[in-house]
């Protein structure tokens, strides 16, 4: 059993160059989100999913898109990098959120010069 | 965002100490989360709290859901080096799970 997987575990892109993070889930879990995670500020909710074909936003959704046309998977994309965008980027899912924890992935590291 | 305040920031421990952190927020949230962050990893689950007043224990770790819900407090006793890591306290409310900026708990030289 996986859990949550993540890839790439590291990426390097040049300002204005986009990307998408992977995340894929083998839990059946109807609901995933995308925190990142900065020094001294915790992790910060950026979107979130409650269902395929169902998406909102969350604290921090500014130049970032998600979709979820399976279960399985729930991709975020960087249509445009700023250096803002440093950061390490979490995955996690969760049977249906309301009275079952949310489990992570192992992160992917971002960094934009 | 919902602004849940995490204290201590950091702290070291000697093994055999018991530690404690706690969370509050001007927000009231339906559940109460406690999560441990070693390096290069995701955060995972410790301790989850459904009910106000409810005090659950986790092998070393015990945890209170206040009564008011707008605080959580977690305590390790009889710490041992593994226990070093970054804790994160996070409050549920809708679809949105709001977190603590962390406790760094280190082992003192």
């Known amino acids: 059993n996986a859990g949550v997987t993540q890839t790439p575990k590291f990426q390097v892109l040049k300002t204005g160059q986009s990307m998408t993070l992977q995340c894929a889930q083998d839990?059946?879990?109807?609901?995933m989100s995308w925190y990142r995670q900065d020094p001294g500020m915790g992790l910060r909710l950026i979107h979130y999913?409650?269902?395929?074909?169902?998406?909102d936003q969350g604290e921090v959704p500014n130049g970032y898109n998600v979709s979820r046309s399976t279960t399985e998977d729930f991709p975020l994309r960087l249509l445009s990098a700023a250096p803002s965008q440093t950061s390490v980027y979490f995955c996690?899912?969760?049977?249906?959120?309301?009275?079952?924890?949310?489990?992570f992935g192992n992160g992917t590291r971002l960094t934009v010069t | 965002g919902q602004q849940l305040n995490q204290s201590p920031q950091s702290m070291f421990i000697q093994e055999g100490e018991d530690v404690s952190m706690n969370c509050t927020s001007s927000?009231?949230?339906?559940?109460w989360l406690w999560y441990k962050q070693d390096p290069g990893e995701g955060p995972v689950l410790l301790i989850a709290?459904?009910?106000?007043?409810e005090l659950t224990s986790n092998g070393r770790l015990t945890a209170q859901f206040g009564i008011t819900r707008k605080d959580s407090f977690l305590n390790i006793s009889a710490s041992i080096p593994s226990d070093v890591g970054i804790y994160f306290c996070?409050?549920?409310?809708?679809?949105?799970?709001?977190f603590g900026a962390g406790t760094t708990v280190t082992v003192r030289a």
């Open positions: 999913s409650v269902g395929a074909g169902i998406t």
């Open positions: 709290l459904y009910k106000a007043g």
């Open positions: 996070a409050g549920h409310n809708d679809y949105k799970l709001s």
């Open positions: 996690a899912s969760a049977r249906n959120f309301i009275d079952s924890p949310l489990h």
């Open positions: 839990m059946n879990h109807e609901y």
């Open positions: 927000s009231i949230f339906n559940t």
